[in-house]
């Protein structure tokens, strides 16, 4: 095996096993280590070009799957436009204040005080649009990680010995 095979699957192992951390940004490290190897192989316009701009599409994709899941999550459970914008705020100001478990306690506390505060439903409502939430993050939270082994799979097929 070359050496950006090993450089890409000893990247990606990592970023597949922080992947379900919040506060490290795993997908980003994975690109990382796609863009490294490829540079060690003696990158060339046309084949590491094109691999490239394939591999930052899926890694752009598996970033806005991340982030989208919780809202979509409020919305698809009965909540409210402001309870899908809440859950993504609570998301964003949960991870700056408390990382890393603010990351999973502020998008379904953004959903809840959203749809209490803003559209002035009932808690049990809130509350079912909260839980809308919390199945939207873990959803987005399987998908990045399918993402991931996808990112992987074609670094892999990309840099094996040909």
Do not use: C
């Not at 919305?75 to 999973?104: C, D, E, H, N, T």
């Amino acid at each position: 095996m070359s050496l950006p095979f090993w450089v890409f699957l000893i990247v990606w192992l990592v970023g597949l096993g922080t992947t379900f951390l919040p506060v490290v940004p795993a997908t980003l490290i994975i690109f990382a280590g796609a863009a490294t190897a490829a540079l060690l192989d003696g990158f060339q316009w046309g084949a590491d070009g094109l691999f490239l701009l394939v591999f930052l599409l899926l890694t752009v994709l598996a970033m806005v799957v991340d982030n989208a899941a919780s809202a979509w999550g409020a919305r698809k459970y009965g909540g409210s436009r402001q309870a899908m914008w809440g859950a993504l705020a609570g998301g964003i100001v949960g991870g700056l204040l408390l990382p890393p478990l603010g990351l999973f306690l502020g998008p379904p506390a953004g959903a809840f005080l959203a749809e209490l505060l803003l559209v002035r439903r009932p808690v049990n409502e809130a509350l079912a649009s909260t839980w809308g939430t919390v199945v939207g993050l873990f959803t987005g939270l399987g998908a990045k990680f399918a993402l991931h082994l996808l990112l992987g799979a074609y670094g892999l097929w990309h840099f094996w010995p040909r």
